[in-house]
């Protein structure tokens, strides 16, 4: 599978082809992808990355917006940071990109944010950071208003998590979860709800990513006999962990986060050690953007399909900015800033994915008519800090298989919230 094209296959060809004297080169408006293609996120990001280009094809065939085809220059990140930066640095300093999709982790994202794009202005959506400390950022005014994501926060994922726990009988808990800014947060929501429900953690464990072995904190996280662990991870680092944990003894019962809904994670751990494997994630809201991309991903996506972590989200993520695009009437940040809220929320003709829906789209815009577009996830509408809200899937592992067992609601979920006591 190859990422590092930087146009799509079609605006290549258009590009390569032979034109008349007087026709005039094709414009071209490149967005800047940065993503986990390696590393322990990087399934991710390589799902991710198909969905930018698939919607990016829709928008084009559809006509293209503000005059031009959708591109992106796609960079790597390696699930850290620090490349991250250096990338996202490139794409704005050198490219000039006035638009960046990704990261897919929180400890990519909130570097992009502090370091590039807030100080320089340039807008930033992310398909699957779901740290709170992102909104908080936005919150202090320190995000200058250009950062927006198509997932859920863990503040309220936290929660859903805590109760569904509970629901599946895990009353007494060990946690073990990657040391950074989302392990750390999504734990943090997850005790205060859990611990005021009425469930016992017997210990809390971090790791930090890409160890030789990780039998001692397993070992600390075993003291007690805890009857279950909840497993905040990826799927590289989270499966050996898992192993580890079953090998040394641990009650194969498990709670886990929406990154570790993984098809590598089941395979290499082994189906029959994760029958009682449960799961959260940010749900959808069926729409017929949702029908077009279970159809139209899996074709064009190199082995993944339309449930993979972060592709729906990417997906949605890419049409709203190419919409924006299409809205603002040119490829500049502050105008794209303004017009993402503009093609999503309000009282506009309601929009769905694929060629024909941009197409309608795209025809509306250009009579000064309003849209509204409905994603793959649902309705999607930012608020004033770039956050969506959205109900929660709720799923476990059996005989190999991701199952959805059922949906939390975020009406549901903040009710929960409500009476937990304040940190």
Known sequence: MRFASIVSAAALAAALAPLP??????????????????????????????SVELAFKEINEAGGAAGCQLAMDLRDSQSQGSVAVDQARQLVDLKRVPAIIGGIISSVSLPVLTSVTAPAGVVQISPASSSPTLTRIAQEGKSNGIFFRTITSDALQGTAA???????????????????????????????????????????????????????????????????????????????????????????KFLLNDGMNSADFIRDVGPRYLNDAFGTSSGTTTTPSTEHFAKA?????????ANAPAADRAYDAAAILGLAVARAGKFEAAAIRDSIRKVTGGEGEVIHAGPDGFKKALQLIKEGKPVRYEGVVGPVSFDQYGDITGPFRLWRIQNGEVTTIGQMGVDEVNAIRNKVPAR
């Open 21 to 50: 004297a007087t026709a005039q080169q094709p414009c071209t408006h490149t967005v800047g992808v940065v993503v986990e293609l390696t590393g322990p996120a990087g399934r991710f990001g390589q799902a991710a990355a198909k």
């Open 162 to 252: 805590a109760k569904y726990a509970l629901d599946q009988g895990l009353k007494k808990i060990a946690i073990i979860h990657v040391n950074n800014d989302f392990g750390v947060n999504m734990v943090a929501e997850f005790k205060r709800a859990y611990e005021a429900l009425g469930g016992e953690i017997t210990s809390v464990t971090p790791y930090n990513q890409g160890q030789a072995s990780y039998a001692p904190e397993v070992t600390r996280a075993l003291a007690g006999d805890p009857p279950a662990l909840y497993l905040v991870s990826y799927p590289g680092d989270g499966t050996s962990i898992a192993r580890t944990w079953i090998s040394q003894g641990g009650e194969p």
């Open 297 to 305: 991903y899996p074709a064009m996506s190199g082995g993944f399909d």
